[in-house]
Nanobody, 127 residues
Framework: VQLQAFGGGLVQPGGSLRLSCAVS????????IGWIRQAPGKEREAVSC????????FYSASVKGRFTISRDFAENMAYLQMDSLTPEDTAVYYC?????????????????????WGQGTQVTVSS
């Protein structure tokens, strides 16, 4: 059973990256998926989540309008399209899944709130 985020890298301010979340050994079909980031010296932040049906998506204020979360049930994958990146987006990004809360009022942010928490991928936004 494995969950892993990948697709990070170094990008200039204003650029874009697409993160992917790959799952093996189980299906995420019935669970919400979250993207969480951790920047050095900052609190962990839930930046986006998508409900189990894929019908609802939610974003933190810091990324709304710039990031887009999606999921592919056939491929058992999730994605985070990140546009108009700024240096403040620099962080390690994690994907996680489980029967967790994903709503306008609350996005799960801590590892214990999820059943599966993947290895992160580093995103660095710098000129």
């Amino acid at each position: 059973v494995q969950l892993q985020a990948f697709g990070g890298g170094l990008v200039q301010p204003g650029g874009s990256l697409r993160l992917s979340c790959a799952v093996s050994g189980f299906t995420m079909d019935y669970w919400s998926i979250g993207w969480i980031r951790q920047a050095p010296g900052k609190e962990r932040e839930a930046v986006s989540c998508i409900t189990s049906s894929g019908g609802s998506t939610f974003y933190s204020a810091s990324v709304k309008g710039r990031f887009t979360i999606s999921r592919d049930f056939a491929e058992n994958m999730a994605y985070l399209q990140m546009d108009s990146l700024t240096p403040e987006d620099t962080a390690v990004y994690y994907c996680a899944t489980g029967p967790t809360r994903c709503s306008y009022y609350y996005m799960a942010v801590e590892e214990y709130e999820y059943d599966y928490w993947g290895q992160g991928t580093q995103v660095t936004v710098s000129s």
